[in-house]
């Protein structure tokens, strides 16, 4: 009768110390899967969007000014660029995802973030196999989306279809903007969206996910900082590329000192 009572007694005991520390961990655990398959979503379908429009108005680029001189000078078959082959890639991940094979999905995104790695050798600047592009800056952030894809998991098949028409969307307006006659390799990052406006972009987000932390949605919050990754490492590639000009380093001290401010307005969990 003692045990037994002595087991009853214990068992609770038992339990008080160890809930807590599982369940801090548990939740932890939980919220970090939550803010990987939520960023994995954002960037499936930014990468496919951008991707798809990318491919039709540089890559094919049919109402591109002097296609033909172009042609001459860079080819992939009819295509000026194997722009088109990341496109397939991406919408190849985003179909069989949607079916639910998230694994396959990822395969496919693996092979585009390895053609992302093997593509700059291969044109003028390696062994010249007679196409120019897609640029460094497009295979970098098509290759970023791809990592951030790769590490969650999307639940949402209707955010995914949305999130990628929407992105399409909203690119295919911006090169209507610029001018679909001026879309040629490089236009989207030397034109519509240059450092200081991709900075300008990034802060406003970030300011987005100090109020959602304000808010008490932290996942919200670390999805958006999370998926800003592809457009960071853009604007660092800019940033280095304009090293020269004493005046770059002031963005990226604003950008750098935005962070820090982040985490102070972050609230913390009740003691």
């Given at each position: 009768?003692?045990?037994?009572?002595?087991?009853?007694?214990?068992?609770?005991?038992?339990s008080?110390?160890?809930?807590?520390?599982?369940?801090?961990?548990?939740?932890?655990?939980?919220?970090?899967?939550?803010?990987?398959?939520?960023?994995?979503?954002?960037?499936?379908?930014?990468?496919?969007?951008?991707?798809?429009?990318?491919?039709?108005?540089?890559?094919?680029?049919?109402?591109?000014?002097?296609?033909?001189?172009?042609?001459?000078?860079s080819?992939?078959?009819?295509?000026?660029?194997?722009?088109?082959?990341?496109?397939?890639?991406?919408?190849?991940?985003?179909?069989?995802?949607?079916?639910?094979?998230?694994?396959?999905?990822?395969?496919?995104?693996?092979?585009?973030?390895?053609?992302?790695?093997?593509?700059?050798?291969?044109?003028?600047?390696?062994?010249?196999?007679?196409?120019?592009?897609?640029?460094?800056?497009?295979?970098?952030?098509?290759?970023?989306?791809?990592?951030?894809?790769?590490?969650?998991?999307?639940?949402?098949?209707?955010?995914?279809?949305?999130?990628?028409?929407?992105?399409?969307?909203?690119?295919?307006?911006?090169?209507?903007?610029?001018?679909?006659?001026?879309?040629?390799?490089?236009?989207?990052?030397?034109?519509?969206?240059?450092?200081?406006?991709?900075?300008?972009?990034?802060?406003?987000?970030?300011?987005?996910?100090?109020?959602?932390?304000?808010r008490?949605?932290?996942?919200?919050a670390?999805?958006?900082?999370?998926?800003?990754?592809?457009?960071?490492?853009?604007?660092?590639?800019?940033?280095?590329?304009?090293?020269?000009?004493?005046?770059?380093?002031?963005?990226?001290?604003?950008?750098a000192?935005?962070?820090?401010?982040?985490?102070?307005?972050?609230?913390?969990?009740?003691?």
């Open positions: 009768m003692t045990e037994t009572t002595q087991g009853r007694l214990i068992d609770p005991v038992e008080t110390l160890v809930s807590p520390g599982s369940g801090v961990v548990e939740g932890l655990l939980a919220r970090t899967t939550s803010v990987r398959d939520g960023a994995a979503t954002v960037a499936l379908a930014t990468g496919t969007g951008w991707s798809l429009v990318h491919a039709v108005t540089t890559s094919w680029g049919p109402f591109l000014r002097e296609r033909a001189l172009q042609h001459e000078l080819h992939f078959g009819p295509f000026l660029d194997p722009g088109v082959v990341l496109a397939l890639l991406w919408v190849a991940a985003v179909a069989v995802g949607l079916a639910g094979r998230w694994g396959i999905a990822r395969g496919w995104l693996a092979v585009s973030l390895l053609l992302c790695l093997v593509l700059p050798v291969t044109g003028r600047d390696g062994f010249d196999l007679g196409w120019d592009g897609p640029t460094s800056t497009t295979l970098g952030f098509v290759g970023a989306c791809a990592i951030v894809a790769m590490v969650g998991t999307p639940r949402s098949p209707r955010l995914v279809v949305g999130g990628t028409v929407a992105v399409a969307v909203l690119t295919a307006a911006v090169a209507v903007a610029h001018g679909l006659g001026q879309t040629a390799r490089g236009w989207f990052w030397s034109g519509p969206l240059q450092a200081a406006t991709l900075l300008l972009l990034m802060l406003a987000a970030l300011l987005a996910a100090v109020v959602l932390a304000r008490r949605r932290a996942t919200a670390a999805v958006v900082v999370v998926s800003l990754v592809p457009w960071a490492a853009v604007y660092a590639v800019d940033v280095l590329a304009a090293s020269q000009d004493p005046a770059s380093p002031l963005p990226t001290a604003l950008l000192a935005t962070l820090p401010l982040a985490a102070l307005l972050t609230p913390r969990p009740a003691p």
